[in-house]
């Protein structure tokens, strides 16, 4: 139950192969592609008084950084032992951390330039968009990539005559680190607890649960939720909970029959060769069958096997000439 057949994922696995190169891939996407920097200009990470957010910073981590095509890669694509594989992921988080710190330095000195209520839209409709990719890979083919809808912000949101402010303070690059971090432990614990989960958690299942987490991100992002609170971290929480299926492992191990059992026993005689309990060796008795109607055949055609036998025999006496 551990496999997805999202057509995307595929499709990525077919052009980047290697299981850590395919999990960077999935994972620094949203580096690549603006979503991250979009979500930093929009406020997602902070506070309206600049404070980190832990519910922003949480919900970014685990939908933008982890979700189910990071839980698909670990469970479903990447070999070895949970230690391998946590390896795999810190080494991927080694290069991820420290590009998003730049990426919100960056994104947040070009904040200035962009009108933040119309640009925060934008980004919502960039993670709505994820969302139905996410759902359904056909109804993705008709929306525009991500990466135009941020351009498409970025042109809309211009302020004429802003002037560029470099912004390289703490209150910016932690939410940013700690954000990427979330996504990495994330992948971490999927990775140590992959013996545990593979074969017990549906990945179509979660990775739909998570494209309506998505939304509800995107709603609050675009602030039409009428609470603070993270309502996609607990539709995130319910999916993870309805995707995993213990008893769908301890099925398939049963399904699955032992070696030991397919194996065909050996062909042992007991001495007594009469006995109708002895084990019977089809083949071999064939062989014998077909030995013995070989010799009858012979005799049949004039050979010498029954005449020489009755020669060789002393107690038949020898028959006149006349007889």
Excluded: C, W
């Excluded at 997805?4 to 949203?30: C, F, K, N, Y």
């Excluded at 209520?117 to 709505?128: E, N, P, T």
């Excluded at 939304?215 to 939720?225: C, F, H, K, N, R």
């Amino acid at each position: 139950m551990s496999v997805s057949d999202h057509p995307i994922a595929l499709r990525l696995e077919q052009q980047v192969g290697g299981a850590t190169r395919l999990l960077a891939t999935v994972m620094g996407l949203p580096l690549v592609d603006g979503i991250f920097p979009a979500l930093v200009v929009a406020g997602a990470l902070t506070t309206e008084t600049g404070a980190i957010s832990p519910g922003g910073v949480l919900q970014t981590g685990l939908l933008i950084f982890g979700g189910s095509a990071t839980v698909a890669v670990i469970l479903a694509e990447m070999e070895g032992t949970p230690t391998e594989k946590a390896s795999s992921v810190l080494l991927v988080g080694a290069v991820l951390v420290p590009i998003a710190v730049v990426e919100a330095a960056f994104a947040q000195t070009l904040y200035s330039l962009f009108d933040p209520d119309v640009f925060q839209r934008f980004a919502g409709l960039v993670i709505l968009a994820i969302a139905a990719k996410t759902a359904s890979a056909e109804v993705g083919t008709y929306l525009p990539g991500p990466g135009a809808i941020v351009g498409l912000g970025m042109i809309a949101s211009f302020r004429g005559g802003a002037e560029l402010s470099m912004n390289f303070e703490l209150a910016t690059l932690l939410p940013a680190a700690a954000a990427a971090g979330t996504g990495v432990a994330f992948a971490l614990g999927v990775a140590l607890g992959a013996p545990t989960l593979q074969g017990a958690v549906d990945i179509d299942r979660f990775r739909f649960g998570s494209s309506v987490a998505l939304g509800m991100l995107a709603v609050d992002v675009l602030g039409l939720l009428a609470t603070e609170q993270p309502v996609a971290l607990g539709v995130l929480a319910v999916t993870a909970l309805l995707s995993y299926d213990p008893d769908s492992a301890e099925e398939s191990e049963e399904a699955t029959p032992d070696e030991s059992e397919s194996d065909e026993p050996s062909t042992t005689y007991s001495p007594d060769a009469d006995s109708e309990d002895r084990p019977v060796d089809i083949a071999a008795e064939l062989a014998v069958d077909r030995d013995d109607n070989s010799g009858a055949m012979s005799a049949a055609d004039g050979g010498s096997v029954e005449r020489d036998a009755a020669e060789e025999s002393p107690d038949e006496p020898e028959r006149p000439p006349y007889l």
